[in-house]
């Protein structure tokens, strides 16, 4: 296989890396959402239980070829930026 | 806002996590394919400048809300794992 077809597969990862980046930060603006509803609520922001369940989907779902472990691995940094995400709205929600 | 509308809002989560999941595990065939090309090659499979490369197109990307801080953080949290695919294929086929 020729350079110029390492350069096309290498262009779809820099479309996916694109797409990925899109939908994360899609996702952080629901969690900020969902971090403002908990927030009039006085619910905790952390809740275990929940992180439970979206791997458990997560893995239900995975095809690979990234191991169940993987993906869990990967998904656990989103969740933790998530919640930083919220934990900063809070800290600046508070000196309004 | 009601409990209904926290569950609206998780199941749009949930959503997002599966199109992660899938984007996650096309970018991880690609990157299977790359390494097989480079393996052929004789290139090396761990590539800091193009790393950067990535990183850098994503960060002129990135509209938030998550930083780029973040952001980074989090995709090489993602080539990290493509990347012990790569060695775990070539395992396999020294195997063969």
Chains 1, 2 share one sequence.
Request: charged share 35%; glycine share 4%.
């Amino acid at each position: 296989m020729s350079n110029v077809e390492l350069d096309q597969l290498r262009k779809q990862v820099d479309e996916m890396n694109l797409q990925l980046l899109d939908i994360i930060n899609k996702r952080a603006e629901l969690v900020q959402e969902i971090g403002r509803v908990k927030e009039k609520q006085g619910v905790n922001r952390y809740e275990p239980v929940r992180e439970r369940a979206m791997l458990d989907l997560l893995k239900e779902h995975n095809n690979g070829p990234f191991l169940n472990s993987t993906i869990e691995h990967i998904f656990k940094e989103v969740f933790k930026a998530g919640l930083e995400l919220q934990k900063d709205d809070h800290r600046k929600a508070l000196l309004v």
